[in-house]
């Protein structure tokens, strides 16, 4: 049973234009929820975060957005570079049991120059 | 450098063989976490310790894999008597702990390569 999905496993785009990566889970006790980027032969970097009781937290061109209701959450990127293609993986912990993630499996993003 | 660091990167060894991983944390982070990932897929929970006391393991954590963080400081990964199935990327993170909001940061992982 998965508790974390990310349905597409690539995403190509082209510079300039938006990225959006799509995320979604099962278990409500989840309550935090983090993004992380990886390139080859490196481990995950951290990229953003949301709390359960926001919405959406941005910084930079990278904004987070959390649906509750629909346990979904997105990433967009804006403007998209390619610097940017990367694995994208999504991640979720419930705070009773704080930092133990669970990821999904991974988006593949190519932004084309 | 202060980010978690890991040791090696790279190991190859024969079926049968023990191996053991190093992971260095960030220095004030008190929580300390192993995954383990294959290809194709995100990394997978294998244990945890917060302090030098392991809190939580994995039941993909058979009694063939060990870990162990004395002192609280860096922690070891064991695994024994290795198997062609246990060939991944083993990672290492460390977080400060908060409730509800604790990010880990990673260090680069351990390729394991039993061949």
């Known amino acids: 049973d998965q508790q974390v999905k990310q349905n597409s496993p690539s995403l190509s785009v082209q510079e300039g234009r938006i990225s959006i990566l799509n995320c979604d889970y099962t278990?409500?006790?989840?309550?935090?929820f983090l993004w992380y980027k990886k390139y080859p032969a490196e481990g995950p970097t951290f990229l953003i975060s949301?709390?359960?009781?926001?919405d959406k937290n941005e910084d930079g061109r990278f904004t987070v957005f959390l649906n509750k209701s629909a346990k979904h959450l997105s990433l967009h990127i804006v403007p998209s570079q390619p610097g940017d293609s990367a694995v994208y993986f999504c991640a979720a912990s419930a705070g009773t049991n704080a930092g133990k993630s669970t990821f999904g499996d991974g988006t593949t993003l190519t932004v084309k120059p | 450098d202060t980010g978690v660091s890991q040791n090696p990167r790279h190991k190859i060894t024969k079926r049968g063989q023990n191996v053991t991983f190093r992971c260095d944390p960030i220095s004030e982070h008190n929580r300390l976490y192993w995954y383990r990932q294959t290809l194709g897929q995100g990394p997978e929970f294998l244990t945890y310790?917060?302090?030098?006391?392991?809190?939580?393991k994995s039941r993909l954590l058979s009694d063939r894999f060990s870990a162990e963080r004395p002192k609280g400081s860096f922690s070891t990964l064991e695994i024994q008597r290795t198997e062609q199935g246990d060939s991944a990327m083993y990672l290492c993170a460390s977080s400060l702990g908060l409730t509800g909001s604790d990010t880990q940061y990673f260090g680069p992982g351990t390729r394991l390569t039993v061949l």
């Open positions: 310790f917060q302090n030098e006391a392991q809190l939580e």
């Open positions: 949301i709390s359960s009781i926001k």
């Open positions: 278990n409500s006790m989840f309550d935090y």
